[in-house]
């Protein structure tokens, strides 16, 4: 009996360690960018304190605009590029004022504004940056066009995204979007949007195998929403679920 019960032992032991290296293994190949757009806004200061508590890097792409109007804007902007698990990126100077038909038609204005908002967010080349509303990567080593798009805003809002990135920038979309209601309250419990990002991990492709950058707005971490709760909940579930957390800044190889 004893020895029955050693084999037995043995053999769930056994188990575990393989169980614990299959984990091992799967944490490595799945690994979440957190990306947070728009900032600094009503939100910003909730996102931060979170990131700070979970210590997990993320992106936070801000609109110069912003740091120049939002209330505290300046000081969201500092605190923000003085962590160093964060990274603060060119989200534009006017965030094409939101229509981005007008915006998307003339390629030099779009880099005039994107150089603009580096003067204001302080930042030197090489940038992180996302083009306001445009799914686009453009790496050293990775390239995808917007497909969200259709031919005919193809061809009105042609813009040269080999001369933005040309002038110093890192292009970034995202795979995957925790939504937002047009007043910034988020549409997907954390829950649902963990059992979201299971599925897609599961069974879809990322722009990098195994990577997912999430799409986040800064706006839907304000107290009204519990920002900060959700945003901690969604991060702690995560981790227990054995995610990695990514560093935009080695998202991709730099070198082909
Ligand atoms: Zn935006």
Not at 91 to 115: C, W
Request: aromatic share 10%; net charge negative; with cysteine.
């Amino acid at each position: 009996m004893k020895r029955l019960w050693n084999a037995l032992f043995g053999w769930m032991l056994a188990s575990a360690m393989l169980a614990a290296c299959a984990a091992g293994a799967s944490a490595a190949d799945r690994t979440i960018f957190l990306t947070f757009d728009d900032g600094p806004l009503p939100g910003t200061k909730n996102v931060l304190s979170v990131l700070s508590e979970e210590n997990v890097p993320a992106a936070l792409f801000m609109v110069g605009l912003h740091v120049e109007t939002i209330p505290n804007g300046r000081d969201l902007l500092a605190e923000a590029k003085s962590m160093p698990l964060v990274t603060v990126g060119n989200h534009s100077y006017s965030h094409a004022n939101n229509r981005y038909r007008r915006f998307y038609g003339n390629t030099q204005a779009v880099v005039a504004d994107m150089l603009h908002a580096n003067q204001v967010l302080g930042l030197t080349p090489i940038v992180h940056a996302r083009l306001p509303g445009r799914d686009v990567f453009r790496l050293p080593t990775v390239s995808r066009e917007d497909l969200s798009i259709n031919v005919a805003q193809w061809e009105r809002e042609w813009l040269d995204y080999e001369l933005v990135a040309e002038a110093g920038f890192y292009l970034y979309g995202w795979d995957f979007e925790w939504v937002h209601s047009d007043d910034g309250k988020p549409v997907q419990s954390v829950d649902r949007l963990v059992s979201e990002i299971d599925h897609l991990f599961q069974y879809g492709r990322f722009t990098q195998r195994g990577k997912m950058i999430l799409l986040m707005h800064d706006e839907m971490f304000q107290d009204q929403f519990d920002g900060q709760g959700k945003l901690q909940s969604l991060i702690q579930k995560l981790k227990q679920r054995g995610y990695a957390f990514g560093d935009i800044r080695s998202y991709a190889p730099s070198n082909p």
